[in-house]
């Protein structure tokens, strides 16, 4: 390679690194909602994810929940959706005034495609599976992926900073921006300095937490109101209200985030992971339920 390829390859390589910043959880969050989220689906729910599954899953939700964030060049569109922002300083959330993509499209963002893929999913049991015009197997992926990304709470950030994104810090000694710190910097630090460094001891600690000390709140975090199957729009309120209470708060550029930050942080964290897998597993439930329902019917 001459030295033009060269500075290409490195080119690509810091646009990787920034696309990256820019996509979902980080692959350990994802993994583990999805993980998470397992230990609550009912047998007909499981079978039904199973069924679904790629081959590449190995029987497991938690091993594709991350496929979006790998697919996000190939399916160009699909970007957007990942995340739903509010004007700046705005520490509320509304589907129509913030649901679109940056042309104006609405419904194009993340709350948006939860409605969509569990439309989809939900079709599953109207029509048969053969004859669904879509492809499950990605609408159950997606879901599972979309449904985390809507609890990260800077997922629903301000507009102007693209999320935090725009808004660099130092992560101790390392460079990086807000948005990063809470896709991957806080639940990585928390891997090394509490779970050596170990994912599954960390998800067995969040596993715990939420018999031991959530379990009165378990039942508010599944409820969807209206007997509705899915309920994107309290996510992204409270995720922006986080965003603003613990995100963004003494964070501003070039600010250095080391243990205050992240001590008081990690709960944050560490809950809303667990929100997302009990939500992920009740609203596969409710799609995978309503069959018999129909079929009883
Ligand atoms: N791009 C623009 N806003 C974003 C956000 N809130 N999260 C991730 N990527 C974004
Ligand atoms: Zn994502
Ligand atoms: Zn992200």
């Known amino acids: 390679m001459g030295v033009s390829g060269l500075l290409w390859a490195v080119r690509a390589l810091v646009i990787l690194q920034f696309v990256t910043g820019i996509l979902g959880w980080g ?10 989220a397992e230990g609550y689906l009912t047998a007909e729910a ?33 970007s957007a959706l990942h995340y739903v ?13 913030d649901c ?25 049991y109207q029509n048969s599976k053969s004859e669904s015009n879509y492809n499950l197997t990605e609408a159950l992926m997606f879901l599972s992926h979309f449904i985390g ?33 809470w896709d991957n910097m806080i639940i990585e630090s928390a891997l090394k300095t509490f779970y050596s460094s170990d ?40 995720s922006i209200s986080l965003a603003c209470k613990y995100a963004y708060k003494n ?15 990690l709960p944050i964290v560490e809950k809303r992971l667990a929100q997302g897998g009990i939500r992920l597993a009740a609203t596969l439930n409710r799609i995978f339920a309503s069959h018999v329902k129909i079929a009883q019917a």
């Not at 994810?49 to 699909?78: M, Q, T």
């Not at 042309?103 to 079709?123: E, P």
């Not at 950030?157 to 808004?167: K, R, S, V």
Request: charged share 20%.
């Open 149 to 181: 990304d809507a609890h990260q709470p800077l997922h629903v950030g301000f507009l102007g900073d693209l999320g935090g994104n725009t808004i660099q810090v130092r992560w101790y000694r390392r460079k990086s921006n807000l948005h990063h710190v």
């Open 100 to 124: 679109h993509d940056s042309s104006g499209r609405k419904d194009r963002c993340v709350t948006g495609a939860i409605y969509n893929y569990t439309n989809q999913l939900s079709s599953l």
């Open 27 to 36: 692959k350990e969050g994802h993994y583990a909602t999805c993980k998470i």
């Open 199 to 238: 994912l599954a001891t960390m998800i067995r600690a969040i596993q715990n937490n939420i018999t031991e000390n959530w379990s009165n709140q378990q039942p508010l975090w599944e409820h969807c109101a209206h007997n509705h199957t899915v309920c994107p729009n309290p996510y992204a309120s409270e």
């Open 46 to 78: 499981l079978a039904a994810v199973k069924e679904l599954l790629p081959e590449s899953a190995e029987g497991d939700l938690a091993n594709v929940c991350s496929w979006p964030d790998e697919i996000r060049f190939h399916y160009h569109w699909s």
């Open 251 to 265: 964070a501003t550029p070039g600010s250095t985030l080391e243990d205050d930050y992240f001590l008081s942080r």
């Open 85 to 97: 922002d509010t004007p700046d300083f705005r520490c509320n959330y509304e589907y129509c005034r």
